[in-house]
C-alpha cells in the first residue's frame, strides 16, 4: 500500500485536533507546509538556506517561514510544536541526529499536551547509498535506530526502472 501525506494525517487525525501547532524542519520550499496551513493548523516551517525560505516565501506567501537550525530547542519551546515533521532532511544532519533525539524527548516529556514526530526519509539499495550507512541502511534499520512508540510505519518500493531497491520510508511517532 502507498501511503500518502494524506494518510498519514489521517492516521494521527490533525485534522480533528484543536490548538495543533507543526513545525517542519529542513522544508526547503514549502509545499508539505503550504498543505498543513491550508488546513487551517498553526505551522512554522524552518529551513537553514535563506536561499530555500526566500523561494518558499515568494510559493506560499501566506505560510511562516523561519531561517534557523532544524535543532533550535530554544526556539521550540516557545512556539510548543506538538508535531515536528521531518521531511527527507536526517540524511543532512546525521552528526547531530543522536543529540536531536535526545532533546526531542525531553521537549515531549516538558509538555503538557501529547508530542508527535513524522519522519519520512529515502533509503537507497546497497552500493549506492554511500554516506550514513553505520546509522542505518532500510526501514528496519530506521526504526530501531530512532527506538521510539511508533504508532504506525511503512515504506513503499521505488518503482523506476533505474532504482528499482530504494525505499521511500515513514514512520509517526509518539514521544
Not at 490548538?19 to 491550508?38: A, D, H, I, K, W
Not at 530555500?52 to 521550540?76: E, G, K, M, V
Amino acid at each position: 500500500m502507498i501511503h500518502t501525506y494524506h494518510h498519514i494525517r489521517k492516521r494521527v487525525k490533525i485534522k480533528k485536533w484543536g490548538g495543533v501547532n507543526v513545525v517542519e524542519l529542513g522544508c526547503g520550499f514549502g509545499y508539505l507546509t503550504e498543505t498543513l496551513r491550508s488546513k487551517g493548523l498553526n505551522s512554522i516551517e524552518i529551513d537553514i538556506s535563506s536561499v530555500a525560505i526566500n523561494n518558499a516565501r515568494t510559493l506560499h506567501p501566506d505560510s511562516n517561514f523561519r531561517i534557523d537550525q532544524y535543532n533550535n530547542f530554544d526556539f521550540f519551546y516557545r512556539f510548543k510544536p506538538n508535531v515536528f515533521i521531518c521531511a527527507e532532511i536526517t540524511w543532512y544532519v546525521l552528526d547531530t541526529i543522536d543529540q536531536f533525539i535526545l532533546d526531542l524527548k525531553k521537549y515531549a516529556r516538558s509538555q503538557l499536551h501529547l508530542t508527535y514526530l513524522i519522519h519520512l526519509l529515502s533509503t537507497y539499495p546497497e552500493g549506492v547509498q554511500k554516506y550514513g550507512r553505520h546509522f542505518f541502511t532500510n526501514y528496519s534499520e530506521i526504526l530501531k535506530y530512532f527506538d521510539l512508540e511508533y504508532i504506525e510505519s511503512g515504506f513503499t518500493q521505488v518503482s523506476r526502472i533505474d532504482d528499482q531497491d530504494s525505499q521511500g520510508t515513514y514512520f509517526i511517532a509518539r514521544l
